[in-house]
């Protein structure tokens, strides 16, 4: 880590997470979980590394925690831009293993945060 430039570091430290979660046994990944934690509590604006945690934990099968991710995000302020992007991701994830219920959630919560964050 020390040899490389201060950037690459978030996408070495990914990498190493993700590969954590895909050894065996839960102790690599509850290390994985760790490691994105740390990322996302150093950098909570950067979509990309809570979109890897979040892939990661669908993959393994922890759904109520992908879940549990989104809600943490959308909680944080960014762009527009993002936010949409965000919603629309989290209303995918609720389509392919969420209910009907949850879908309508996810669309209520997009469009409150919407009418409390625009100008």
């Not at 430039?5 to 990944?29: C, L, W």
């Not at 209303?91 to 469009?111: D, M, P």
Request: aromatic share 12%; glycine share 4%.
């Amino acid at each position: 880590m020390q040899s490389l430039s201060r950037h690459k570091h978030i996408e070495v430290i990914m990498k190493f997470a993700s590969t954590e979660y895909d050894e065996d046994g839960g102790r690599s990944m509850d290390h994985g979980r760790i490691l994105f934690e740390e990322l996302i509590s150093t950098y909570p604006k950067k979509t990309d590394i809570w979109y890897a945690y979040v892939n990661k934990e669908i993959k393994s099968g922890h759904r109520h925690k992908a879940c549990s991710l989104f809600e943490r995000r959308i909680t944080l302020k960014t762009n527009i831009r993002n936010i949409k992007t965000i919603f629309k991701k989290y209303l995918n994830f609720e389509v392919n293993y969420g209910s009907e219920e949850f879908q309508e959630l996810v669309k209520r919560k997009a469009k409150e945060y919407i009418q409390n964050n625009s100008i």
